[in-house]
């Protein structure tokens, strides 16, 4: 029986390609099912030379596209014995298609086919040559397969613990791959009202012209939600706009503009824990473990019926979001409440719960803080919220809490990363400028003596009526405050068992501030 060629399905969802059923079905070999979709493909090769594929759609197909020889015959091919080169016959040239591990080696290949995508990208290409596009780019189905390709993760065997063992599952990437369905904490989304009394209606986001490197994890994220689950194709009359940030480590971080959303929704009011609270519980810990909750935001279904919301705009079409997403002003809220809820029994006893970071501390013996971790991980597992094991630390005396360095028996500090972006911060030219430095020294004023008098000069810059004046005294202000972070030293956690006679309440006031503060 002659085969034809068959195509992946989620190459057809990420393409968002054109089907139609066919009066002859396929039967599927590896399930019961028939196929009947059919897509028509336009094959380029180098852009010169154009060759036309129907294909079948086949869920589930790790290859993209598979031609077979009854096409390749067809199209008066050949291929050289070793399956290295197949050659394309055309009226007026001969083509040569290499595979791509060949053309990654070569220096300057004839010709290379692209298959589904790189076809659809040098249609873009000449579609941008009639001027229907702003922009061009070009790509190779080598560029393509390495943004496509997963990397590799830790195997939890290695790092985790042979005591923790028993909750290996926690830790398992599969696991994480399912979609979650819990009744009773899915996120609501629910809008303010209009004037007319009605729910006001989310806005239509813009769509943003981006990069190569952009459009390759766009892809990419798009197959790895959709395999998932996490995402739908959407039809909504709201669309927010997608954009790119830089990870920290390089790599592009794909995030969807939910601003216009989040000025329309209605606030959930859960409290976040504040920070200082959350470190003081640690003050005498000897031993600390850290998790870390994987994609926690996507382990909360959306409401059915307000899913449409959540969608956004992309070249390949409109999609919405089965999961909560990263973005929405009432994700943290949310997750906030469960994590606490999954916890509750281990909060401020020996666990902390900081939306997706977990650190249990133990103040007693090895032992205890292992058995402590255990009756945590068991309940991680219970509700399904898998870790990532790579950011996980376990049985330390020192890590990376919040934005501060924990460290057992001796007390909190301040990161040097962040004391390093403070020294090589430049002199603000602005009021906003001004703003964003104070707001980033705020977050460390606890380690600074006379923080509200040393930045007065700052702060007197930030008022919206007063005009902008950078003097003597504001520089040395700035240079006075950046000394000062280098010299924070570490500080130590506040410890009721030391009683009344070690504690000291140190006040004062000034013609700018009046206050007082709990010394040990």
Known sequence: MSKPPVLSRTVVMQKTLAYRD???????VNSQSMLKAVVRLDLDVSGSCTRRAF?????????KLILGTPWIEQQNASISPDGSVMELRHPDALYKVYPIAWYKKAKRPEAMMGAVMAAQILKDQERVRHGDEPRVFAATMADIEKALRVSSRTDPKQKVPHHYWKYLGVFD???DQMIPHRPGIDMAINLKKGDDGHDKRPPWGPLYSMSRDELLVLRKTLLEHLDKGYIRASQSAAAAPVLFTKKPGGGLRFCVDYRGLNDITVKDRYPIPLIHETLRQVAKAKWLTKLDVRAAFHKIRVREGDEWKTAFNTRYGLYEWNVVPFGLSNGPAVFQRYINWVLRRFLDNFCSAYIDDVLIYTDGTKEKHQEQVCQVLAEL???GLQLDVDKCEFEVRKTKYLGFIVEADKGISMD??????IMSWEAPKTAKGVRSFLGFANFYRVFIKN???LTAPLVALTGKSKPFIWGQSQEDSFQELKKCFVSGGLLAGWDPDLGADATVVESDASGFGVGGRLLQ
């Open 22 to 28: 066919r009066d002859s079905p396929l039967q599927s």
């Open 55 to 63: 294909a079948y759609v086949v869920p589930g197909q790790a290859e």
């Open 416 to 421: 040097p990363a962040k004391i390093e972006a």
């Open 173 to 175: 990437e599969k696991e």
């Open 451 to 453: 923080f509200a008098e």
């Open 381 to 383: 597992e219970k509700a």
